[in-house]
Every structure is written in C-alpha cells, then in structure tokens.
C-alpha cells in the first residue's frame, strides 16, 4: 500500500538553528515527490518538485532533496516566519498522497 | 491574480440536509481535486477530475459527489450529511503536466455537521 510518512511530527527551533525535516515513502510507481508548506486556516502552498534520485532543489532557506525512499526538507538559519506546518506528498499514477505533516515552531 | 476560489469558508448544518460546497480556478487547469483534511490523518483525496465530464474517485468516495460541467468549476456535493463529514475541505487545480503536482489550493471550507 502507497503511504508517506513524515517526521517529527512537531519541531521546535530557535532562530537561526538549523534542522532537517523527513518524509520517507513506498509507492509502487513515484511520479513525483512534492513539499508544501500550510500556515493555520489556510490551503496548502506549493514549494518544490522532485523526480529523480539525487536531485535538489533551494528557495531561500529551504533545500530539498530525494533519494530512492526519503526526502529531506533542510532549513537553514530559519527564522520565526518559517513557522508553519510542511507537508510532504507523492504522486502515483493521478492521486496525490499526502503525509500528515511537520509542524514547525521558529523561535526568536 | 491565479487562485482558486472556494464558498462558502465556513458551515454549520443538520444531519441529512443537502448542501454543495462550490470551486472555482481562474486558471485554465484541466486536472481539479477535492480534499478532506483531518487531524493525525492528513489531506485525503475525495475525488479528482482531470478534464470537463471525467471524474473519478479518490481515496475517501463514500457520501461525496462532484460534478465537472465547466473547465473553471468543480463543486463538492454532501447529498446527505453525517457528523463524520465534519472537516476542513479543500479544492486544488493543476495544469495537466503537474497532474496535481504544482497544485492550487484554495482556502479552505470548514464544515460542521450536527
């Protein structure tokens, strides 16, 4: 069964320390691994796209990469304005499955 | 501005009285989803469509239908609904290359059922 599992669950920081974020998968046939980031009462926001094994991707603080069953969302230096929750998800054939999320908490 | 457009943001109805939760994308996608999202369980597709007249189920069908006469709407119909239908609901687009990848989320619907 396709499933996506995030971890931790929650994360605490203090600005300016930097963390990782995983999201590890099974699916039978990946088309595509996806990072979101949701603030409270709001839609998801898109941030990156992965295909292959190896590759990567940055925006500001934020780098991502895959390998063949985990990906890594690193933060570095965040700041309190990262704050939110990151959501993880796979895509198989037409569905998107999601991971129940990373809250992440910046403090100053 | 590209976004997608849900109503109404928030509902409180009774068990059983038939409501539609309306979507809209102002960006030509072809591919719309809905979502259910839940706490400890995660966003879970409900159904998805990935072009006028096609729809199909998702992960989490049941008490859910939709309907895609339009390119632009996609709205979410409760034919009868129960307090398990109590979430926080969301609409996304995509184009077809994306296939839900670099999806569009709209705000979000909060639903009670009582």
């Known amino acids: 069964e396709d499933q996506v599992t995030q971890s931790p669950e929650a994360l605490r920081l203090q600005e300016g320390e930097s963390s990782s974020l995983n999201c590890s998968y099974t699916v039978s046939g990946l088309r595509g691994l996806f990072w979101y980031r949701q603030d409270p009462g709001k839609g998801p926001e898109f941030l990156f796209t992965l295909y292959s094994a190896g590759e990567e991707k940055e925006k500001e603080r934020l780098k991502a990469t895959l390998t063949k069953k985990e990906s890594f969302l690193h933060i570095t230096a965040p700041k309190p304005e990262d704050s939110a929750t990151y959501l993880c998800?796979?895509?198989?054939?037409?569905?998107?499955?999601f991971g129940t999320g990373t809250r992440l908490q910046v403090f100053p | 501005e590209a976004q997608v457009t849900q109503n109404p943001r928030y509902l409180i109805t009774v068990t059983g009285k038939k409501l539609t939760v309306t979507c809209s994308q102002n960006?030509?996608?072809?591919?719309m989803s809905w979502y259910r999202q839940d706490p400890g369980l995660g966003l879970r597709q409900i159904y998805y469509?990935?072009?006028?007249?096609?729809?199909d189920k998702g992960d989490v069908p049941e008490g859910y239908k939709v309907s895609r006469k339009e390119k632009r709407n996609f709205p979410l119909i409760l034919e009868s609904p129960s307090p398990n239908q109590t979430s926080l609901y969301f609409c996304?687009?995509?184009?077809?290359?994306?296939?839900?990848?670099?999806?569009?989320f709209g705000q979000g619907t909060r639903l009670t059922v009582v």
């Open positions: 996304a687009s995509s184009s077809p290359t994306g296939f839900g990848a670099e999806a569009f």
């Open positions: 998800a796979v895509k198989d054939t037409d569905k998107l499955i």
């Open positions: 960006m030509n996608h072809e591919y």
């Open positions: 469509s990935m072009n006028v007249e096609v729809t």
